[in-house]
């Protein structure tokens, strides 16, 4: 009988002492009234019968009640108490307890599938602990190698955080800053190194960050600068680079990383200093000498033959002497920045920072004008030399608005500053240079930092009406990069012969106006896809403005677009703009609107507009606008002006113009780049007779008309 119950399901028992429990309490029950009914025939009293047998069949039904329930407990309550504890003791306390199995009989398979499922617990927390155990020591190792590394690292490390809160460093670092005990974690970095420097390096990654200009950038979100520690006692290079969080696109911390070069720069500044008093101290006799020779060779007394050699060999030796002075002079002018840390700097980066920095000032004004380009220097340095020469021009001659630009030229960047008024003599200029900067590292002068770049400088006019102060720089190192413009095919040329006649009609005063006096906005787009009416969307905008005949790099707009579409491989290896770097930018319905207000009422121009122009018509609608302006096209302009020839792409008439192409196929770069062509192209079509604004949009129609006629055939 127990056999058979202990192969029926766990379910089925359970339905069974509750059925037992009935069948109990209903013999009770029937027992009861059966009696009762006989002692009632018997004694006639049914009252009190009725009572004294409800009391008994109560106490029966309770003795059956816990009886079974006694049972029940035993057989199933119990067991799975049972199993409970065993499974918290395997949990909690011992993985190699055993789970009892046959005080379950009644439980059904329960006991030994959580017998089972102990052993496998047991099994994978094995296999769990081997595999923490090998990560651990794996971990341990690498630990022990890292902190091996860092102590061995000739360089100081500190890791902060971008409150600059140190979270990590080496003992090199603290040899290197001579703190004594530990920098400590979680204090300010700047407790021991000195704040601007660093803080201009952050903000310049920050902002390549910022720009998606890392990507192609040589150094990547990595750069060096000087430093020194918070008592000036120690110079420091640099070496700053920014970490990412996991999807790369937010900052998190940053590692520094540097060495002490106070020794270096002294011995590099006694040498300068010996060689200059050298130099200094053996040019006026070497002179004298000169002049004496010249005097001896022009004497009588001596016998002409003997006077002619003694001449010849005073006037031949001085003259070596002279020139070894000269290579010596030329020597020294190298040695002097052969150990200054330097880097490869954006003109765009820098002089941005010179025109917030002088924003600060109630009357001075500082516009970043012209084609930016790259140049090698020390960004710090030169950012507080051209704070304290802007400040000195204006202390001299009274000026407010200066233009800041940068022009490559004869393998020199030359940075020019332009005011307006008179150029300034080389003696004002000369009794700048011993000022000593208050921010600079060691308190170095104008002239120090002037001669760590090469760079003498000069004042001269440009036209009657400004003047500039020109710093010729060293131009920049970096490599040409990768994925250059020969290396991808030329956007073809794309015309809608409709283009000009959908503009609002010009009033005569603006179309009278010379094109050197109109506001432009030099733009471009970059796209999906060539197709505009096929689907294809933009993916980014830019453009810069031009007024006077100045390109205002400060006043330029450059939004990427959500397309809300896939960007095509194929398009991806002309602009490099990815999926993920516009999935979180707004769409063509807000960015247009943006671009409209800063364009405003000036003209447009762009390198073949008509393909830019269609994009910005098909959006009309879904944007709530129209771009109605005047539009002149470079591509056009260059067909009038050099109808000899047919390479008319952007790189081949920048290359005519000896205009440097840099961040080619970016929206903003190929703006910068066709500004600068249209720049060289108004005086040009002036000579042509093409002076006003009709006069070019006319020569354009004709130019379209001649296209139009020839695609027919």
């Given at each position: 009988m127990l056999k058979r119950i202990s192969k029926l399901s766990l379910r089925v028992r359970t339905l069974l002492f509750f059925a037992l429990l009935a069948i109990c309490i209903t013999i009770v029950m029937f027992l009861t009234f059966y009696f009762a009914y006989g002692h009632i025939q018997t004694h006639n009293d049914p009252a009190t019968t009725l009572f004294l047998f409800g009391i008994g069949a109560s106490l029966g039904s309770l003795f059956c009640i816990i009886a079974i329930g006694l049972l029940f407990d035993m057989n199933v309550a119990s067991p799975i108490q049972g199993l409970i504890r065993d499974i918290q003791t395997i949990l909690h306390s011992n993985r190699d307890h055993s789970i009892e199995v046959s005080t379950g009989r009644y439980l059904d398979h329960l006991p030994e599938t959580v017998r089972d499922l102990a052993r496998q617990y047991r099994k994978q927390r094995v296999e769990v602990d081997k595999a923490?155990?090998?990560?651990?020591?794996?971990?341990?190792?690498?630990?022990?190698?890292?902190?091996?590394?860092?102590?061995?690292?000739?360089?100081?490390?500190?890791?902060?955080?971008?409150?600059?809160?140190?979270?990590?460093?080496?003992?090199?670092?603290?040899?290197l800053l001579h703190v004594s005990g530990d920098i400590g974690l979680g204090r300010s970095l700047f407790s021991v190194i000195d704040r601007p420097p660093l803080m201009h390096s952050l903000r310049r990654l920050r902002n390549r960050l910022a720009e998606n200009r890392h990507i192609n950038h040589p150094e990547g979100l990595s750069t060096s600068f000087v430093c020194a520690t918070c008592d000036g006692r120690y110079t420091l290079e640099a070496h700053m680079t920014l970490i990412l969080d996991q999807d790369e696109n937010i900052p998190t911390s940053y590692?520094?990383?540097?060495?002490?070069?106070?020794?270096?720069?002294?011995?590099?500044?006694?040498?300068?200093?010996?060689?200059?008093?050298?130099?200094?101290?053996?040019?006026?006799?070497?002179?004298?000498?000169?002049?004496?020779?010249?005097?001896?060779?022009?004497?009588?007394?001596?016998?002409?033959?003997?006077?002619?050699?003694?001449?010849?060999?005073?006037?031949?030796?001085?003259?070596?002497l002279s020139q070894t002075l000269d290579g010596l002079a030329q020597e020294y002018h190298g040695l002097a920045t052969t150990h200054w840390p330097m880097a490869d700097i954006y003109s765009a980066n820098l002089l941005s920072l010179v025109s917030l920095r002088l924003s600060d000032e109630k009357n001075i004004n500082a516009m970043m004008t012209g084609i930016p380009c790259w140049l090698h220097g020390d960004s710090h340095s030169l950012l507080l030399a051209m704070d304290q020469i802007v400040h000195n021009i204006h202390q001299a001659t009274g000026a407010e608005n200066f233009d800041l630009q940068t022009v490559n030229r004869d393998n020199r960047v030359h940075i020019d500053i332009i005011w307006e008024g008179a150029p300034l003599s080389s003696s004002e200029i000369d009794s700048w240079l011993d000022i000593n900067l208050k921010e600079s590292i060691?308190?170095?002068?104008?002239?120090?930092?002037?001669?760590?770049?090469?760079?003498?400088?000069?004042?001269?006019?440009?036209?009657?009406?400004?003047?500039?102060?020109?710093?010729?720089?060293?131009?920049?190192?970096?490599?040409?990069?990768?994925?250059?413009s020969e290396d991808l095919p030329a956007r073809p040329e794309f015309y809608d012969?409709?283009?000009?006649?959908?503009?609002?009609?010009?009033?005569?005063?603006?179309?009278?106006?010379?094109?050197?006096?109109?506001?432009?906005v030099i733009f471009d787009t970059e796209t999906t896809g060539l197709k505009p009416s096929e689907g294809d969307e933009i993916i980014a905008i830019a453009g810069v403005r031009i007024l006077n005949g100045r390109i205002l790099t400060g006043e330029s707009f450059a939004r990427m677009v959500n397309p809300n579409r896939k960007i095509p491989k194929s398009s991806i290896k002309f602009h490099g703009i990815t999926d993920e770097m516009v999935k979180d930018k707004p769409p063509a319905q807000i960015v247009l609107p943006q671009f409209q207000e800063f364009v405003d009422d000036a003209v447009l121009v762009a390198h073949n507009a008509a393909f830019d122009m269609k994009f910005l018509e098909l959006k009309k609608d879904d944007c709530g606008l129209s771009f109605d302006h005047p539009v002149l096209d470079t591509l056009l302009?260059?067909?009038?002006?050099?109808?000899?020839?047919?390479?008319?792409?952007?790189?081949?008439?920048?290359?005519?113009?000896?205009?440097?192409?840099?961040?080619?196929?970016?929206?903003?770069?190929?703006?910068?780049?066709?500004?600068?062509?249209?720049?060289?192209?108004?005086?040009?079509?002036?000579?042509?007779?093409?002076?006003?604004?009709?006069?070019?949009?006319?020569?354009?129609?004709?130019?379209?008309?001649?296209?139009?006629?020839?695609?027919?055939?």
């Open positions: 923490i155990a090998s990560a651990t020591a794996k971990t341990s190792e690498q630990k022990k190698t890292l902190e091996t590394v860092l102590k061995d690292l000739f360089e100081g490390v500190i890791i902060c955080n971008l409150n600059n809160q140190v979270l990590l460093y080496n003992q090199r670092a603290l040899s590692v520094l990383t540097f060495e002490d070069v106070t020794e270096e720069l002294t011995a590099l500044g006694k040498r300068d200093h010996l060689l200059r008093e050298t130099t200094e101290g053996l040019r006026q006799p070497i002179a004298n000498l000169r002049a004496a020779a010249e005097m001896l060779y022009n004497s009588d007394d001596m016998s002409k033959e003997m006077s002619m050699r003694f001449q010849d060999v005073l006037l031949n030796e001085s003259q070596k060691g308190g170095m002068s104008l002239r120090d930092i002037l001669e760590h770049h090469r760079c003498e400088m000069w004042s001269e006019n440009t036209d009657e009406h400004h003047a500039r102060l020109r710093l010729p720089m060293l131009s920049a190192h970096r490599p040409i990069a990768d994925r250059t012969f409709g283009l000009l006649n959908k503009t609002s009609p010009l009033s005569s005063e603006l179309g009278n106006r010379p094109l050197s006096e109109l506001s432009f302009l260059s067909v009038i002006l050099h109808d000899h020839t047919d390479q008319h792409s952007l790189d081949d008439i920048a290359k005519r113009f000896g205009i440097e192409i840099e961040g080619r196929h970016t929206a903003i770069g190929d703006a910068l780049v066709t500004a600068g062509i249209f720049l060289r192209m108004v005086p040009m079509l002036k000579a042509r007779g093409i002076e006003t604004l009709n006069d070019a949009i006319e020569a354009s129609k004709k130019i379209v008309e001649v296209r139009a006629q020839q695609a027919e055939f």
